[in-house]
């Protein structure tokens, strides 16, 4: 049993997916457009996401992006449901990171065996639940918390995404341009320097674990590879 987002603009699918998935135990979270899927995702945190190519707003590859982009949403399998026809190589390979596609007009109950293929392989807490330890730094992804030596810091939504998006890619060095990409997004109105301002910002709310954040001259930043022995 698990909590389910069907995005899917045709009713009929919709309900004949509402009601099968609920015959089968799981919880159904139902959106007709992405924009709306995108919100629900981020709310309500589902186990698994179906996920319609054509949509009536943004198209499903961009919800899927978008889906992936987002820290909060990004561990969250995908599973396409596609019309003949359209791209399903892009969508399943790694340019979406959709974990399968089912093509329509398909059997519900391969739908349901494909849906606990992957609820069995995801099982477990997704890692973002669980409290992530490094050094002296504590993050609570769930409930949007960090610690630095168990004292709680007061982290804008802004530097809370920046220091995750730093922190899951440890050890690699993210240029100012992926990281507007990734934490402002690509439409935002900002320049290089936010980056800068923002990244400096967020080093001295860490105070002691500033130094974690370590800058690349000429490239951008990078989080440290492991905290230094004196402070474990
Ligand atoms: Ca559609």
Request: with cysteine; charged share 35%; aromatic share 4%.
């Amino acid at each position: 049993m698990a909590r389910i987002l069907v995005v899917e603009d045709e009713r009929d699918l919709q309900r004949v997916l509402d009601f099968n998935l609920r015959q089968a135990g799981h919880e159904v979270l139902s959106a007709l457009r992405g924009e709306e899927g995108l919100r629900l995702a981020r709310e309500h945190r589902p186990q698994l996401i179906l996920l319609d190519l054509m949509l009536p707003d943004l198209s499903g590859t961009e919800v899927c992006k978008a889906l992936k982009r987002d820290t909060k949403t990004q561990a969250i399998p995908v599973l396409v449901l596609t019309a003949k026809g359209e791209e399903i190589d892009r969508v399943v390979g790694f340019e979406l990171g959709a974990e399968d596609y089912v093509v329509k007009p398909f059997s519900v109950r391969e739908l349901l065996l494909r849906i606990d293929v992957i609820l069995r392989r995801t099982s477990g807490a997704l890692p973002d639940q669980l409290p992530q330890r490094f050094g002296r730094l504590r993050v609570l992804r769930d409930a949007h918390r960090v610690f630095v030596d168990e004292r709680e810091l007061e982290l804008t939504a802004l530097e809370f995404r920046l220091l995750l998006t730093l922190l899951d890619r440890k050890n690699r060095v993210q240029s100012r341009a992926s990281l507007l990409d990734d934490v402002w997004g690509i439409d935002a109105e900002v320049t290089t320097r936010t980056v800068d301002t923002h990244v400096k910002r967020l080093r001295e709310k860490l105070g002691p674990a500033g130094d974690y954040v370590e800058t690349v001259r000429g490239v951008g930043y990078r989080f440290a590879d492991a905290p230094g022995e004196d402070e474990r």
